[in-house]
């Protein structure tokens, strides 16, 4: 995975104890090529966007937290 830095905010919950929390949504790519995975929604989504500006359209969306990566002992 590869971190898509302009994704990056801090989000605006926490647990009450003043610890900061942000994420940021990264892209899948092949560990040995580093090619993008095709069947990754947010590659199939990138590649579909490009095909509707082609067309002429334009789409709005908003991405799902899937999973959380956390630093051991937080």
């Not at 590869?2 to 104890?17: C, E, Q, R, Y």
Request: net charge negative.
């Amino acid at each position: 995975m590869i971190p898509d830095l302009s994704t990056f905010h801090a989000v605006p919950w926490n647990d009450g104890k003043n610890i900061k929390i942000a994420e940021v949504i990264c892209d899948s790519y092949r560990y040995s090529t580093k090619e993008p995975l095709f069947f990754n929604p947010r590659y199939v989504a990138k590649t579909q966007l490009d095909e509707l500006e082609a067309l002429g359209f334009s789409l709005k969306g908003a991405w799902e937290v899937e999973f959380i990566l956390l630093k051991k002992g937080t």
